[in-house]
């Protein structure tokens, strides 16, 4: 009579399959297709994007995003040693660079970077300057702390193997803790890297001609010419072109990396010569 | 025993040395010295201070009061080239601690070109002579995450010979390895031995110390309780704490008179 509860957990599976497939259904049958055409993905809109959606925007969010990953990491690096340092000022002045920039939002220094900071210092940056600084000042305090963390992950034993070589404290930094410390971060670094792409989006607030559009910019001078959803699709589906391979790499990595335990399948046959 | 006839050249000297974490003081006042040549082996219970003596002697671990000299170099002295120093003398970990992110050739190159400024090609060449030394030629492009940990170990050995040290120290170098990995690492460190290489050795490997130690330390409480001669020290301990250790790590199901 009753059911069992083996009976009842796979009775409710199917059932949750059921209901999915009356949802499809039913959108399927009273969707008004043509409309959601017309206005997700207008055929004609979408193709008078290319190719400059890719030469010009695309290209632009790249560059935007790799001068400010550059500028974060170098900077996200001293920050990270800065907060290491015995010397307490050192971490002070780090820790406040952090808790500042981790607090208050990117489009305030983007605006403070074009408007203010000229207005205050007689500073004029072209748009590649302005973008890499705001998202290398406003990433580093991110990637500052993933960066301390994996230095402070970097097993103690190794640290204690290059000084008992003769390594300096720099020297052993260098050649052993930081290459460590990046691969163990890898990940979480890869993850910084998606999040400044994005936020590359933020330096339209500055004045940009077109050809200094990004993605996001572009998307949206393209849609005050043709109102329809389709501007921001084809922009949307750019950024994925470059965010899904990175996380993909970032799982690839995360993968390797956990894998180089003794007794994984590429752990055997690699590696033998002399 | 080969100590004998160089007994004049001292390798390693330590004298009043001390050393506290915090309110716990480990090493209570060691004098110990070690001939150019000799193998002395330090046993004793966990907690007896022995690892941190090892420590010591290359200043992994800062001693709060005492002296060092190792080959001459006061190493305790403020002026003293501690990483000059530490060149001369090799360390070998329990964990190996091999660089993860090198292959078994660049752990062996990586300090002889960054320190000792060796060329590319001398390096490999005194890398391989060395890993030929501990019988691991065909490992020499590995991870050191595809190595067993007897492979690990004896990598770090030839890794730290590959600096030319004129003293080793070995601290509990077979401790986390598997039983049957155990010998190989012991038979490298023999052979090493046997050519004279200067080795302070702590360990729990009674047999081993037994039969190729000139002389035996046993620490215990920070203090060395007894030292002599291999045979004396394990064969005829005259101190009842050396006694009741060693009847617990000879037979491990014998109740000690202290238990």
């Known amino acids: 009579m009753a059911m069992s509860k083996r009976r009842r957990a796979i009775m409710f599976r199917r059932a949750q399959y059921a209901l999915l497939i009356v949802i499809v259904a039913l959108i399927a049958v009273f969707a008004d297709w043509e409309d959601i055409r017309r206005s997700f993905f207008n055929v004609d809109t979408a193709a008078k994007m290319f190719p400059t959606v890719i030469q010009t925007a695309l290209v632009n969010t790249i560059i935007y995003s790799a001068f400010g990953f550059a500028i974060g990491l170098g900077l996200g690096l001293l920050l990270a040693l800065m907060k290491l340092s015995p010397v307490a000022p050192w971490r002070w002045i780090a820790t406040a660079y952090i808790e500042f920039f981790r607090g208050v939002p990117a ?81 979480p670094l890869t993850n910084e890297l998606i999040m400044l792409i994005k936020d590359s989006s933020l330096i339209s607030v500055v004045g940009l001609t077109a050809a200094d559009y990004e993605l996001t910019k572009f998307g949206r001078e393209t849609l005050s010419r043709s109102p329809s959803l389709t501007p921001l699709l084809v922009a949307g589906l750019c950024y994925l072109i470059i965010t899904l391979p990175l996380g993909h790499l970032s799982r690839h990595l995360e993968k390797r990396t956990g894998g180089r335990k003794i007794g994984t399948p590429e752990s055997t046959g690699l590696g033998v010569s002399a | 025993m080969k100590s004998s006839d160089v007994v004049t050249d001292v390798a390693v000297e330590i004298t009043g040395l001390k050393k506290s974490f915090g309110p716990l003081e480990v090493l209570k006042g060691i004098d110990v010295s070690v001939a150019r040549g000799e193998v002395v082996c330090i046993i004793g219970p966990s907690g007896s201070g022995k690892s941190t003596l090892l420590r010591c002697v290359n200043l992994l671990e800062e001693p709060t009061d005492g002296k060092i000299v190792v080959n001459g170099v006061e190493l305790t002295d403020p002026d003293c080239d501690i990483d000059a120093a530490r060149t001369r003398i090799g360390m070998v970990f329990q964990g190996f601690n091999l660089f993860s992110h090198l292959s078994v050739l660049n752990n062996l190159t990586v300090a002889q070109r960054k320190v000792l400024k060796r060329g590319e090609k001398q390096a490999q060449e005194i890398a391989l002579r060395n890993l030929e030394r501990v019988g691991l030629s065909e490992k020499v492009n590995a991870m050191p995450a595809q190595l067993s940990g007897g492979q690990q170990q004896r990598v770090a050995i030839a890794r730290a010979l590959s600096m030319d040290p004129s003293v080793m120290l070995f601290d509990e170098p077979t401790s986390a390895l598997d039983p049957e990995l155990v010998g190989d690492v012991l038979g490298v460190m023999r052979a090493l031995a046997d050519e004279g290489m200067t080795m302070l050795v702590v360990t729990h490997e009674m047999q081993f110390a037994r039969e190729v130690a000139d002389r035996v330390l046993f620490m215990d409480g920070g203090y060395v309780v007894e030292e002599g001669p291999a045979a004396q020290v394990i064969g005829d301990p005259q101190h009842e704490r050396t006694k009741s250790f060693l009847a617990r790590v000879l037979d491990p199901t014998h109740q000690g008179p202290s238990a």
């Open chain 1, 107 to 187: 489009l305030l220094v983007f605006v403070a970077l074009s408007v203010a900071v000229p207005l205050a210092f007689g500073l004029k940056f072209d748009i590649n300057s302005t973008a890499g600084l705001a998202l290398g000042i406003v990433g580093s305090a991110y990637i500052a702390e993933t960066i301390r963390a994996g230095i402070l992950a970097v097993p103690k034993g190794q640290i204690e193997a290059a000084r008992s070589l003769g390594m300096s404290p720099g020297r052993t930094l260098v050649t052993v803790t930081i290459p460590q410390a990046f691969r163990i971060i890898l990940p």
